[in-house]
């Protein structure tokens, strides 16, 4: 049979077509700044690429096998926990993360850690049928590895049939301010005792973790995580070998924590990156690089607490990419973590997400899909060489903890933490149902307790260097939505804003819209005009801020005079959607006196429009 290849009897396209294609649509306009995105540590993302011939496959997880779908366990009273932890377990869940209070994405919650606590909360479970236990510890529960151990001892199971997972991380609880303190040095041979104690008894290990959430938690960077997690990797393996363990059991006794997040081709690229990096590192070593194990969890600080039915496209989004960039286990955050402890429907839609993504979509059966992507090929070359460089320089501060000590990783992450804000302030970077497409009537969800604060994560101690901060994006709009809340609660009103709708529908019905969504992310309802009466409307209206809606050539005629009108009929401060026009001058003699539109900063603009609520109630 011939051989019929798709389009074969047309000639090839070429890269030069396709940019001439390009160029007259463009009409002149800059390339680079119309097609061509930059990432937060400055990395061009084209907006075409070529596939990358001779691309190999990168070694992960074995080829077809799925990644472990891993449930958190983090409600306080044993009993329950127990009950959720087989809950999971009989129904998708592979493993288990028993999360302790103040831990490094605790969110505010955590287990009973002690001796009884975790007993109760394993009794049922069969530690030696292969399903892991993973651990997210502090420095107050940092015996509960040894509790679990004891369990085992107690049962006469063999340790090397329990699958401990087990997650020391000394560095990076002092990098986020759950730990007082102490110099690494002073910590390092602590750290090597406990690490071999568990392996000499028999446990396979993992033992210690290089958990990277903190800077992702903190605002940073793809490359930021990637040094980060690289350097304290290094500060791990030395510390165990000057505790006497072989470099090459040593590397055994590592593994990884990344953050995976909705930006789907990033996720994937970080994670491949991870292994390139790391291989180089056992290769510096003189070792022959083996594949390193990778666990994943959905970003904490993509979670929002408005609208946050969004959140299940967000973690599913993230583990899909977690889990084809070869993560090793992944766990999802329920999708009302941000606003408490997720009951057993949020629990049960965080397991069914892989569930679905593994047993019904088949991810796990094609092993490193993005091989020979050129798009994210290109992408992880370019994070390997600026995290390389990164690391680099921690490593020439004398290693992470030195940098830690000295502020210039803090110092890093807060500028890209400082852009990150401002992107979501001016909504370059959206964050649907809070910036974009609020809902400000919205029925609020189910938590079996709420959160004590936006972004707990437990009591933070003195340190002697600036922590690491645990933030979300949405935290301030969700302040702003809070504040309208409470005026609702006390005044039976929200604060309101009239859209002065000018001209036919086809003429307004785009910057209405716009002003509406920009209003209400900041809990400001929007009322709509609607008859002959401009001024009689504003009156009946309720609200004490007015916003002029229209196209540009219905504002030449008819902005000046609408605004004089609703200035006469009490508007206390009147805006306009879109840019200031030549005629800005005449406009602000009319009484325009702020603009709204794309890009504008609006979180300046709503906490701007909350003073002048205020100030004139």
């Known amino acids: 049979m011939t051989d019929l290849p798709l389009a074969s ?30 990432t937060y540590d400055d990395l061009r993302i084209e907006p075409l690429y070529d596939r990358r011939a001779g691309a190999t496959v990168l070694t992960g997880r074995e080829p077809g096998a799925p990644w472990q779908i891993m449930a958190r366990v983090d409600h306080p009273d044993a009993k329950e926990a127990n009950r959720q932890a087989l809950e999971d377990l009989e129904n998708g869940a592979n493993g288990l993360v028993l999360v302790c209070p103040g831990a490094i994405g605790a969110a505010g919650f955590g287990i009973d850690a002690s001796a009884d606590g975790i007993a109760r909360i394993l009794d049922g479970v069969y530690l030696d049928a292969g399903a892991p236990i993973g651990f997210m510890l502090t420095r107050e529960a940092k015996d509960a590895p040894a509790h679990v151990a004891a369990i085992v001892k107690a049962r006469k199971l063999a340790p090397s049939a329990c699958a401990l997972r087990v ?42 973790v290089a958990d990277a959430r903190v800077i992702h938690n903190a605002g940073g960077s793809e490359a930021q995580e990637l040094a980060y997690a690289l ?36 996720t994937m690229a970080k994670f491949r990156s991870l292994r390139k990096l790391w291989a180089r590192v056992e290769e510096a070593a003189g070792l022959a690089p083996q594949p390193a194990f990778i666990a994943a969890e959905t970003a904490w600080r993509m979670m929002t607490r408005r609208d946050p039915y969004v959140n ?19 766990t999802v955050l329920p999708f009302t973590a941000a606003l408490g402890l997720p009951d057993d ?10 569930l679905i993504l593994l047993e019904e979509s088949n991810l796990a059966k094609v092993a490193d899909p993005a091989a020979g992507s050129g798009g994210i090929e290109a992408l992880s070359d370019d994070l390997c060489r600026t995290a390389w460089a990164q690391f680099q320089e921690i490593e020439k501060q004398g290693g992470i903890a030195s940098a830690l000590e000295a502020g210039s990783l803090q110092k890093r992450v807060a500028e890209t933490r400082s852009a990150r804000e401002k992107a979501v302030a001016t909504r370059k970077d959206p964050l649907t149902g809070t910036s974009e497409f609020p809902h400000i009537a919205e029925t609020p969800v189910n938590v079996l307790m709420p959160a004590a604060s936006p972004s707990s994560q437990g009591a933070r101690e003195q340190t002697e260097f600036a922590a690491l901060p645990c933030i979300r994006l949405a935290e ?17 009103a929200r604060p309101k804003i009239f859209l002065a709708t000018l001209g036919k529908p086809a003429d307004h019905i785009a910057r209405a819209t716009f002003a509406k969504n920009f209003f209400e992310a900041g809990g400001i309802e929007a009322v709509e005009f609607a008859g002959a009466d401009l001024a009689a409307a504003f009156r009946q209206s309720g609200a004490s801020l007015a916003c002029l809606c229209s196209s540009d050539e219905v504002y030449a005629t008819e902005a000046a005079p609408a605004a004089q009108t609703l200035a006469g009929a009490g508007a ?17 003699k009319a009484g325009v006196q702020d603009y709204v539109f794309a890009g504008c900063d609006a979180l300046a603009t709503l906490n701007e429009a909350y003073g002048l609520l205020a100030n004139r109630s």
């Open 9 to 38: 009897e047309f000639p090839p396209a070429t890269r030069e077509q396709w940019l001439k294609l390009v160029d007259g649509v463009l009409k002149g306009a800059p390339f680079d700044k119309k097609l061509v995105h930059k």
């Open 231 to 266: 350097s304290v990797a290094v500060a791990y393996w030395r510390a165990l070998e000057a505790g006497g363990v072989t470099i090459d059991d040593a590397r055994r006794m590592l593994f990884f924590r990344l953050s995976a997040d909705a930006d789907q081709f990033m």
């Open 572 to 588: 206390k401060h009147i805006y306009l959607a879109g840019r200031p026009g030549q005629k800005a001058d005449d406009l602000a």
């Open 476 to 492: 301030p709009y969700e302040a702003l939505r809070d504040a309208s809340d409470a005026m609702l609660k006390a005044t039976g």
């Open 345 to 354: 429907f949020a629990r049960r839609v965080a397991r069914n997400t892989q």
């Open 312 to 330: 299940m496209l967000r973690v599913t989004i993230a583990a899909f990419a977690a889990g084809l960039g070869g993560a090793n286990a992944v």
């Open 167 to 208: 997650g020391f991380d000394p560095i990076g609880l002092m990098a986020a301010g759950a730990s007082a303190p102490m110099p690494w040095r002073d910590i390092a041979p602590l750290f090597a005792r406990m690490t071999r104690t568990l392996a000499d008894e028999g446990f396979g290990g993992p033992f210690a």
